[in-house]
């Protein structure tokens, strides 16, 4: 099986505070996480406030648990 079952009932992914401000909308409320894509995975900084991305970066995938 590639992705198995998940266990939880929710996933917790760790969210970075980042220092700094939007560039579109001025909020001091940048937070850096990864988020997958159709294409895979990224770590990006957004904004909380308006959802612009300041920054985006591929990254291998995470590892998968399961047997």
Request: with cysteine; net charge neutral; hydrophobic share 35%.
């Amino acid at each position: 099986m590639l992705f198995p079952q998940p266990t939880e009932m929710t996933l917790d992914e760790p969210v970075e505070q980042v220092d700094g401000t939007c560039a579109a909308c001025g909020a001091a409320d940048l937070r850096r996480y990864r988020l997958a894509d159709y294409r895979g995975w990224l770590r990006v900084v957004k904004c909380r406030s308006c959802l612009t991305t300041a920054e985006r970066e591929r990254i291998p995938a995470p590892p998968q648990g399961g047997s």
